[in-house]
DNA sequence: CATGAATGAGTGTTCATTCAT
DNA sequence: GATGAATGAACACTCATTCAT
């Protein structure tokens, strides 16, 4: 069982680790440590030289790679903002079963390329802090969001389409009821999970489950009860 | 049509006569532009001498009622979490019509008291800085988090109990189908939707609608098999 | 027996005490408080509003008496420095005793009069404020410390004259071998005793008898044995 | 002569070149600063960037080597609180003169070591803000106090073994006709004499001299019964 | 007169950023 | 390149002083 709480990574996991770092490999490795600190302490609360010290280089090496700790931010920002959508664009438009079923795939895919990695702590990074960098919510927002509306848009229309989900679904505020429970996951998993684990004992599975099957389905047992 | 990003309060304007006594009133003033700063910027990134003039006094007046930024923020975040849980339990244990007019009710009523208010802030607030103030964090993860699961869960049961919403429904789990379109709705509207206006022409009637529509009947046409 | 920890005053002695104040007690009850607190902690470690608060007065009110914390400090120390040397002179000018006896009384009278009191706490209060006081240094050097030693020298002057006292006395330096135990007496009741109390349980009689045991008859058995 | 007045530090003349790296050698320097400026202006009235400027460095650098002001007070106390009493008791031990001799070796030796020194001003700090910071005065009190008196009261005892001072001495209280002349001295150094030069002449080979003489020979011609 | 709410200059401390080595 | 000592702008917080009541 998955729980929630368990995914939240140790701090000091590598910080002795691997002693024989090849040079290259530095931007990288400060871009990691910053991701994991930003997402825990917010973007003000994360000092550069705790960045350098866990990726193993002195302050200065920080500034080597990055002029300043805003590009730093940018940069982690960047490099976690798969441009995925391509790829995933082309698995979903060839994607041969019902529509329920790529729902449920849809749901099953993006917790284990995003939801369960740390790629999650970005969408958390950007809600905190999208209003001290709005170019950033901005880029956000293009490359990300809007891609991953409009596929699930794309989902839902086919089912439409097809006659499998309801003529009269509003698609451009169905999408968030698919969206919605992965977004309030990741809050939970970033937030409040860490400072209250026996609140959150989630079984991601069943998590995950029961919100395709009420999205699909409904709470209600039979169709024709209109509120 | 009430869209998102109207609802971002102007800055204040009033700041009329200066030392006027009045002490009752001056409380409450720092706290009310301390949260929107807070929200609008983060703890860290919000200066003492910034919610002080917002509220209309002199840095060192902040400080006279509360000894420290830290506890400004946890008087905030304790003012606005209102216990108002007693009553709104009363109100819906003696809710007379159907369940799923009362989900729908629900909904519209935690919009108007809660979502199209400042207190929504708050939640954005704790989750930007949970892992910063892990206290406040459990405090509100008790306060407000546990009453208002607990609230939405027997809303369910008594759904599940008539015979109105599926016998099959995983409660435990079930309650984020409902929460989550509320915690994504408060989120956009704080970091994103102010960001990218032009994304967020959010129409709220229509978005509290399909997300009700949704959750009580599904996507789907019909009530088959689970895929 | 007299202990030196014993004559440290409480401080919140009469915090509550006197109800009854009349109205033109004020300066002189802020002069006390004052006197206390800056003795204790000296200057700048004093603030007003604990003067005004032991005083039984606001903050204000001190500011109505004295246009600032400097100028308390000066009033606590002209208020303190007594111009009773005309009285004191007079007293010893008549003197009819051998001065030996003089000598035994000088000590004496000075430890009834200032050592034992609140008076002695000006003269740790200027050695530690001179540098940041100079003028009020300089008064008090030509207010206390130039008539005191000027009073000792006569009387140790008056020892010479009447072949009491050794022919061969450096005059301008002996009196330091009278005023030194004094000096040092007050230095140790206002810092180090009350800090180490189990260090200094002093017997005041032993020490004022023993230093003007000292004082006047030396260490050594015998006169001829010039070192 | 060596006048007391004489013997007040210039400012420091140095800061040259900015940016050399001298770990080493800064938190000496730092130490070196403090100590003066804490001697003439009190903690409080002491701007830590002052003490920095003073070291030629900025006000960052210094809390780069003291984590606090405070704890910059403290480490100036330590650092000049020389643990050299086993070396001198050794010394005092050996010594193969009279007693006489000894007292007056004393005398000299404290003020070349100490009393002459910068170390001087320790004494003079400690006693000022002893109050504020009564560890560190308990510090000083076990570390220097004790042990001096310890030494000198062995003199004393000494002297009286050999039969070259008075059977009768109070030894716990004679103790003080010697070392208050050397405290007395340093609080006029640092206090009163840089206010008043002109009341402040000292001869300090006179005034040691003096001291010395009226310590042991007393003041008295001839040793009749005491008054 | 007395109050105490309000002020704002001043200071300790932090930390992103620089740069000599 | 990499380092880490040094910097100084920025900010939280204090407290003497003012002044409307």
Redesign the pocket.
Request: without cysteine; hydrophobic residues 35%.
């Given at each position: 069982m998955a729980t929630l709480t368990k995914l939240i990574r140790p701090l000091s996991e590598d910080a002795q680790g691997k002693r024989e770092r090849r040079?290259e490999a530095?931007p990288g490795e400060l871009l990691d440590a910053a991701l994991d600190l930003f997402v825990e302490k917010g973007f003000?609360?994360?000092?550069?030289?705790?960045v350098?010290a866990r990726a193993?280089?002195?302050?200065?090496?920080?500034?080597?790679?990055f002029?300043?700790?805003?590009?730093?931010f940018k940069a982690v920002v960047r490099e976690n903002i798969s441009g995925r959508f391509s790829e995933w664009n082309e698995e979903f438009a060839t994607f041969e079963g019902s529509t329920l079923e790529m729902v449920r795939y849809c749901i099953q895919v993006w917790w284990e390329r995003i939801g369960a990695t740390r790629a999650s702590g970005i969408t958390k990074l950007i809600i905190s802090e999208a209003r001290n960098f709005p170019d950033l919510a901005a880029f956000y927002q293009q490359e990300v969001i809007r891609p991953g509306t409009d596929l699930v848009r794309r989902i839902l229309q086919r089912g439409v389409a097809r006659g499998e989900f309801r003529k009269d679904l509003d698609l451009d505020y169905a999408v968030f009821s698919l969206i919605s429970p992965m977004v309030h996951l990741i809050m939970m998993k970033h937030s409040l999970a860490p400072c209250c684990p026996q609140d959150y004992p989630l079984d991601i599975e069943r998590y995950l489950k029961s919100i395709a099957d009420n999205l699909l389905h409904g709470l209600c047992v039979r169709r024709e009860a209109a509120a």
């Open positions: 040079k530095r003000a609360a994360t000092r550069a030289e705790e350098a193993g280089v002195s302050k200065g090496t920080l500034f080597l790679y002029p300043s700790k805003e590009e730093l």
